[in-house]
């Protein structure tokens, strides 16, 4: 089983910018596609972004595209997540998860701790 540790986190203002970075123990990350979901106060998780194992294809959720993008870098096993044009809507613990297989559909589990996000207006 793979292990993930989030970072990236704080206090910006609405506008701003973050990277979050996932970074992944374990020999067969690059064959796994990665995600990026998170959760607010009172509220479900919610699906942010994925990314297939090469990289190619891509997933975002209708709220973020255009301001969010993920990546990654196999040979760190790290997946990153910038954030731009912040709002305060984005307040969230955000959490990175590995896919079940190398496609972003095929679901995703081995969590994260998360890091926390909050946007100030």
């Known amino acids: 089983q793979v292990q993930l540790v989030e970072s990236g986190g704080g206090l910006v203002q609405a506008g701003g910018s973050l990277r979050l970075s996932c970074a992944a123990s374990?020999?067969?990350?690059?064959?796994?596609?990665m995600g990026w979901f998170r959760q607010a106060p009172g509220k479900e998780r919610e699906f942010v972004t994925a990314i297939s194992w090469s990289g190619v294809t891509t997933s975002y959720t209708d709220s973020v595209k255009g301001r969010f993008t993920i990546s990654r870098d196999n040979a760190k096993n790290t997946v990153y997540l910038q954030m731009d044009s912040l709002k305060p809507e984005d307040t969230a613990v955000y959490y990175c998860?590995?896919?079940?297989?190398?496609?972003?559909?095929?679901?995703?589990?081995?969590w994260g701790q998360g890091t926390q996000v909050t946007v100030s207006a």
């Open positions: 998860a590995r896919g079940v297989g190398s496609g972003i559909d095929s679901g995703f589990s081995s």
């Open positions: 374990g020999r067969t990350f690059s064959r796994y596609a």
